[in-house]
């Protein structure tokens, strides 16, 4: 696995946090960090978010090296 894949894997994982987030307390930890769903910054993040999941759905299709 490479140290991309390894950082998509990272980044999606904290997306899938901020998820759990929002639907267990209705808290979305982006946007409250960040100022708010329609900050700049916020928007970056979700962008990349969104990125690294379109990445890790190539690890469902490589072949495993070991």
Avoid: K, P
């Amino acid at each position: 696995m490479s140290l991309l894949d390894r950082i998509a894997l990272i980044v999606v994982i904290i997306g899938a946090v901020n998820w759990g987030c929002i639907g267990l307390f209705n808290l979305d930890l982006v946007a409250f960090c960040f100022g708010g769903t329609l900050s700049l910054a916020s928007r970056v993040i979700y962008c990349v978010v969104g990125l690294a999941g379109l990445w890790c759905i190539s690890l469902l299709f490589r072949s495993r090296m070991d």
